[in-house]
Structures are given as C-alpha cells and as structure tokens.
C-alpha cells in the first residue's frame, strides 16, 4: 500500500482538529487553493469542471466506462434528494434501508417527493441484511429501487453494501447507495457494486470543503431520467445535459470549493487512492478505539460493524460526568468530538477522517485521559442499562 505522502501537521494558527463526519480538517494546500478567484463562465473553470467529473470516475474501478458525474451545489442532503428526486419516477417505490438519522432523513426526503417508499427502520445497532431484503422485495413486486446507506454516521456503523446490493440484484432491483461519508476510503468498484447511481460530498473523504456534491450514475439512467425530477435546481439530467453541451454549471458553481476539491484530490491520489485513504483512517480507528477502550469506554457496535469513518461511544455513568462539559475541555486541547445521535442512549462521537494520522489519534485519548481526571470522572465505564440495551437491540 503507497504510503502518504501528504504531511499529517497540526492546523495552523491553533485551529483544532474536528473529529467529525466532516466538514473536516483539511491540509494547508487546500485551504491554498481557494485563495484565487475563479470565473464561473471562463474556459479554465469549465476546464476544472470537466477534469475533477473525469478524476471522481477513475476512482471507480472496473466498469466506469457506463457512468458519468454530476455534481451538484450545496450539502450532501441535496444530493441524496437529487438522486432519489431524478432517478425514482413518480410511479416507482424504494425499499429504504435505514439504521440510523440518515436513512430515517432519505425516508423523509421520500415523503417531501410524494414517492412512494416502504421503510425498514432496523435501529442504530445493527445493519440491515440480504435476507430480510430478499424476503420484502419477493412480497412487494412493486418495490423498483432498494437505497443503502453505505456507512450510517449517527452511529458509525459500516453497512453491507454488496450483500444488500446483491440481494436487490438478485430481485430485479436498482441499487442506489447514500456513500456521503464513505466514498473515496472505502471501495465501491461498479464491477462488483452495481449500482444504478451514488452519491458523495466534497467535504467527506476525498478531503475538501463544503460546497458541493456528486451524483454518480449510470449514463442510461441520466439520459432515462430525463422529466422526472420535482425540483429546478436538484434535476441531475438537466445539469447534466447542461454540462455535456456547454461544460457549464446551470446556476453560480462554488469555484473556490471546486478548486480546492481538485488539490484534494491531487492529496487522495499521492496518498495511494482509495486503498490508501482507507487505510490510514482505520489505523486511525483502531488505535482510537483501543486507547478510549482502555480508559473504559465502550463502543456503541460490535467490532465487526464499526467504520473506519466515525465511532459513537457511550457516555460515562459517572455522575460527573456531563457532555457539554467533556466537550469545552477538548476543544480547550485542539478536539473538536461530535454530539451523539441516538435515540436511546447518551453518547458522543469521534471521527477518523481528514488530516490526522494515528498520531494524532493517540493525542486523542491522552486528551480524554485529562479531561475525565479534570472533571473527576473515576471510569469510564456506560451505564449497565445501556449495555443491557445494546444487547437486547443487537441480538
């Protein structure tokens, strides 16, 4: 596996390091790369445009000859709706997997289309699974699409994307997957995965900022999506028809946040593509996990479930324990940890994406270790009614 050979530093003048789903820490080359003015009409802006499309479709494997890129302005949420608004016709129905807020958001976007849908809602323990989707879709002909959440980030958990995607396959289905937090560090090669379209974001695991995201699809699904879509702006075929015509963004692109996604994809490529990227981000989870492990905390998933993208922990059951608190003090030591997402139970999380090493993420658990000294805290250790919990759920 290459090595990376991007510089992991600290950021620079103080700025702490956000162990979050991203946005994310970037690397200085990149913060760089926004700092000149771009034209939003000019040929070297359509340039841009037609070459970071052509560097997110080499990362497709085998098989990438089929598909195109579009991307699309604003948050990843734009995007998850863009797909399912463009490539779900108003007489189509999606089986939606969800085990977390991400699934449940696409079941909502679904509402909001007036698309028909059948939920299945597993909880935040434990992944949906190729037999319970064979099983719905044999009782429900109508069903057309099945969408995967490849890694569910309000707790972590890393999906089976091939089993499920398999499963639909199997069944006549189109695939579609939500890999907002997963593309780029975890393999979603189309010769195997073949998906009818995907989507990611710019400030996910290729390492750039907010701005825009991607859709990725078939080229016949685009051109047959053509009059679907309920919005504007979300149309995937209209932008796309737009940018094969004339290179151009329909609406004002975010140049800055392009330019800067290309430096970062200049960083993905040295640092050994996708093999490469998710390779240093499980390093980073296992020697975070081990380390907050050893301090008594307890992963929310088994380890088999557990993505090298973020992990929910349990909060402490000691009584002073308090999460605002634990928060202040390690953004105070240049950490900046996410609130929990759970229904059921108190926790936190911590990601393992950007540009921290495993470095890093020992500096990570040395920073918990003080801060539970600097509030008292004797352990770690969840409460027994969560542990209970996550055994009843999980079984």
Not at 130 to 136: L, R, S, T, W
Not at 196 to 222: H, L, Q, T, W, Y
Request: glycine share 8%; net charge negative; aromatic share 8%.
């Amino acid at each position: 596996m290459p090595s990376n050979t991007l510089p992991i530093v600290s950021p620079r003048l103080g700025e702490p390091y956000l162990l979050t789903p991203g946005p994310l820490t970037t690397s200085y080359e990149v913060k760089e790369a926004m700092l000149r003015d771009w034209g939003s009409w000019d040929d070297d802006f359509r340039a841009m445009t037609r070459e970071m499309r052509n560097q997110l479709l080499a990362l497709l494997g085998d098989g990438r000859a089929d598909y195109d890129c579009v991307p699309i302005q604003g948050s990843g949420s734009y995007c998850v709706e863009a797909m399912l608004g463009s490539f779900v016709a108003r007489d189509d129905k999606v089986l939606v997997l969800a085990n977390g807020a991400y699934g449940l958001r696409a079941a909502k976007t679904m509402e909001y289309l007036g698309r028909d849908f059948h939920l299945v809602n597993k909880g935040d323990y434990m992944p949906p699974r190729g037999d319970e989707v064979a099983e719905i879709l044999a009782q429900d002909p109508a069903i057309t699409h099945v969408l995967i959440i490849h890694c569910e980030t309000s707790s972590g958990i890393l999906n089976p994307v091939e089993e499920l995607a398999d499963a639909a396959h199997a069944a006549g289905r189109k695939v579609l997957i939500d890999s907002m937090s997963a593309f780029g560090a975890l393999p979603l090669d189309v010769s195997r995965v073949k998906y009818a379209a995907m989507v990611s974001s710019a400030n996910k695991c290729i390492e750039g900022v907010p701005g825009f995201g991607f859709v990725i699809a078939r080229r016949d699904e685009i051109e047959a999506a053509e009059g679907n879509s309920h919005s504007l702006s979300l149309d995937v075929h209209a932008q796309w028809a737009t940018m094969e015509k004339t290179g151009q963004w329909r609406f004002t692109p975010p140049t800055h946040v392009v330019a800067a996604f290309l430096k970062a994809l200049e960083g993905h490529a040295r640092e050994g593509g996708v093999a490469g990227r998710g390779g240093r981000y499980t390093r980073n989870r296992d020697v975070m996990v081990e380390g907050m492990r050893k301090l008594g905390f307890e992963t929310l998933l088994a380890d088999r479930w557990l993505s090298p993208i973020i992990v929910t922990f349990f909060c402490p059951a000691d009584p002073n324990f308090e999460f605002t608190r634990f928060y202040e003090l390690m953004k105070s030591k240049g950490f900046i940890i996410y609130p929990g997402k759970l229904t059921v139970v108190d926790s936190f999380r911590v990601g393992c994406i950007g540009q921290m090493d495993e470095n890093t993420m020992r500096q990570v658990v040395e920073a918990a270790r003080e801060t539970l000294d600097e509030m008292d805290v004797g352990t770690a250790a969840p409460p027994q009614a969560a542990l209970d919990e996550r055994k009843k759920l999980a079984a």
